[in-house]
């Protein structure tokens, strides 16, 4: 290729080297535009998009100047190549580099302060996206996939994986309501210890940032708070958790006089489960119960995950049996109470729901079983799945929401966090 170029520079009338050099440079620039426009916020998509546009009217441009000077089959073909290979480039390249705007996590340093031995917290982490995208997040997510869940995504494929959560954002019109959901348990949850004459703070803790229930920690410490209680909104036995763990214990607490205890898990709770039954049956009313389907929904976890974090399975699999038991007290056929994944895990919620309804069932209640907070994929994923199974016009389906705010979950969150406190010597009682 250069010494095509080399030939025929003499021969041209009036192209310079300087012109294959633009043609290349927008080429690249056109490749990176455009993975910078699949990947950015929706707001900044207008500046990438008129970027990628100018980008590739350039290389148009200065291969038509290199066409105009050499008037050749073969210079339009060289000129075609830079254009192609330099895009693949750019866009390689881009994609490539996706992973590395994933924010490294901190470890805090907990201040020295006087810590005061009746004052006490409780940390809720909550398992949800950020409540509105953000490019970090996703490339965080990504980069733990790839290296701790065994996945393998090409750097070609990156740059989709970006664009997928942002158009599921987008079908939330831009904004997750699991943040504020959480905010609404956390108040719950204070006026819940209130009542019982603790004076407890209840913050909250995020999973999309590791490194937020070591910062959290620290800033109670700052108060003087020497005893924390911390309960998962979810599986303390998750990947998530796990790393929130890890950057806790390399902030050494009790090296500073503050003492953290993990609470019992929420699913552990009886009443939770009777909770979820009495929900179901509200939605099967004035209907036989011959005729009722359930499917109890999980949001799943890779495989990879799945088999390092067989706690959470264990308490997933309790839970969703006490449940099919107490339906079955209610008349329902326990061939017609499914177990369906959202993601990772089979059978999916689509081919659940098929087989209820395969049963003959006409009224079929979709449950998520254990999820608790509204995530992307309970709010936009778990419809479409539902409406992928194409039932017959007279089987009728209801959804139901995640636990979010429900009374039941804020009671069993707040039982936990009683007894975490009791186990460091705090002065509330379950």
């Not at 990772?344 to 254990?370: F, N, Y």
């Not at 419809?383 to 979010?404: I, K, S, Y």
Request: net charge neutral; proline share 5%.
């Amino acid at each position: 290729m250069l010494r095509f170029i080399y030939r025929h520079q003499v021969m041209g009338r009036g192209v310079r080297v300087s012109d294959w050099l633009l043609l290349l440079g927008g080429s690249l620039l056109f490749g990176a535009a455009l993975v910078a426009t699949m990947v950015v916020h929706r707001a900044l998509v207008p500046l990438a998009v008129l970027v990628t546009l100018g980008a590739f009217g350039s290389s148009l441009m200065h291969l038509a100047s290199v066409f105009g000077g050499y008037g050749t089959v073969q210079a339009v073909g060289a000129g075609l190549l830079f254009v192609m290979g330099g895009a693949g480039i750019g866009y390689t390249v881009a994609a490539a580099l996706l992973p590395h705007l994933a924010r490294r996590p901190r470890v805090p340093t907990l201040p020295d302060v006087p810590l005061e031995a009746g004052r006490e917290a409780v940390v809720l982490i909550a398992a949800t996206e950020p409540e509105r995208y953000s490019v970090r997040s996703v490339a965080a997510r990504h980069v733990r996939h790839i290296g701790e869940a065994g996945m393998d995504i090409s750097n070609t494929a990156t740059p989709f994986v970006f664009l997928a959560e942002k158009a599921r954002y987008g079908a939330v019109r831009g904004k997750t309501s699991g943040p504020a959901v959480a905010r609404e348990i956390a108040t719950g949850v204070a006026n819940a210890l209130e009542a019982t004459g603790s004076r407890a703070a209840v913050s909250l803790a995020w999973t999309h940032e590791p490194d937020s229930l070591a910062r959290t920690v620290a800033e109670h410490a700052a108060e003087g708070i020497a005893r924390i209680a911390v309960v998962p909104l979810g599986f303390e036995d998750s990947d998530e958790v796990e790393h929130a763990k890890a950057i806790l214990d390399r902030a050494h607490p009790r090296q500073h006089g503050v003492h953290v205890a993990f609470g019992p898990p929420v699913w552990h709770d009886t009443a939770l489960a009777e909770r979820l039954v009495s929900r179901v049956l509200g939605c099967t009313r004035n209907a036989e119960s011959s005729a009722i389907g359930v499917v109890l929904v999980g949001e799943g976890v890779p495989p990879e995950w799945e088999r390092r974090h067989n706690a959470a399975r264990c308490d997933e699999t309790y839970f969703n049996q006490r449940v099919r038991l107490l339906l079955g007290e209610h008349g329902i056929d326990d061939r017609a109470i499914r177990i369906g994944w959202l993601d990772w895990q089979m059978p999916d919620v689509t081919e659940a729901v098929r087989h209820v309804g395969a049963l003959g069932k006409t009224r079929i209640v979709v449950a998520p079983s254990m999820i608790a907070l509204p995530t992307l994929a309970a709010t936009v994923d778990l419809g479409h799945a539902v409406e992928l199974a194409r039932l017959p016009q007279e089987v009728e389906v209801v959804t139901l929401l995640p636990w979010g705010d429900d009374e039941a979950f804020s009671s069993a969150v707040t039982r936990s966090a009683m007894r975490a406190l009791e186990s460091l010597g705090g002065s509330v009682r379950p």
